[in-house]
């Protein structure tokens, strides 16, 4: 099966400042990597997401960046805001028993941001 | 409905106990997923279901935990003898289903808190 390991475990920043969270996994078979961000409480939201056929994916503040040779990927969080303040989670999906892909989590980043 | 319903959004049982959780999937999405997060970390895959049909349940723990979807639409985890162990946030995503790029997009409901005393 995938394992999938997260860094760091916190993260506190500076309002304004960049983050960034990185992830690897083991299974090169993995082809798409979603990134949730969970607020105390609350369900898990799909922020942004990449397939192994893409390098980089960028949306307004958020970039994804997939290097597949090193089986790694990363969230950058530009200009950072105190409502960024969450846990976030990567996941690389593997290909299960029914032919679908089911994503494994990493334990996530307790990201603070600072006003 | 509009998003993925999990019922009851808390439930608290005796060691021992047996318990029923309820997902209801977004109309329309014939994939559904039952993750299990405990406290500080990320969702652990226990079971999944491709229309009716379990289509991949290797990360259910043990034999206590079994799951349903009779009708390709609610499902149903369920619990015997309950252990403190089993304390958990009980995640339920779904998602358009199929092979390939139609299985993309999961979407969670809000859990269901299990406490096990």
């Known amino acids: 099966g995938e394992n999938v390991e997260q860094h760091p475990s916190t993260l506190s920043v500076q309002e304004g400042d960049s983050a960034v969270i990185k992830c690897t996994y083991s299974?090169?078979?993995?082809?798409?990597f979603p990134w949730y961000k969970q607020e105390l409480g609350k369900r898990p939201q799909l922020i942004i997401d990449?397939?192994?056929?893409?390098g980089e994916k960028k949306d307004q503040r958020i970039a994804v960046t997939l290097n597949k040779t090193a089986k790694h990927f990363s969230l950058h969080i530009t200009e950072t805001q105190p409502e960024d303040s969450a846990v976030y989670f990567c996941?690389?999906?593997?290909?299960?028993?029914?032919?679908?892909?089911?994503?494994?989590f990493g334990r996530g980043t307790s990201l603070i941001v600072h006003p | 409905g509009a998003g993925v319903s999990q019922t009851p959004s808390n439930k608290v049982t005796e060691k021992g106990k047996y318990v029923e959780l309820r997902c209801d999937p977004i109309?329309?999405?014939?994939?559904l997923y039952w993750y299990r997060q405990s406290l500080g970390q990320g969702p652990e895959f226990l079971i999944y279901?491709?229309?009716?049909?379990?289509?991949?349940d290797s990360g259910l723990p043990n034999d206590r935990f079994f799951a349903v979807r009779p009708e390709g639409s609610v499902s149903t985890l369920k619990i015997q003898r309950t252990e403190r162990g089993d304390s958990a946030v009980y995640l339920c995503?779904?998602?358009?289903?199929?092979?390939?790029?139609?299985?993309?997009?999961?979407?969670f409901g809000s859990g269901t808190r299990l406490t096990v005393v």
């Open positions: 995503a779904s998602s358009p289903g199929g092979t390939g790029a139609s299985n993309y997009g999961y979407t």
């Open positions: 299974d090169s078979a993995s082809n798409y």
């Open positions: 990449i397939r192994s056929n893409v």
């Open positions: 996941a690389a999906s593997w290909l299960g028993r029914g032919g679908s892909y089911i994503p494994t």
């Open positions: 109309s329309g999405h014939t994939a």
């Open positions: 279901f491709q229309g009716t049909g379990a289509a991949d």
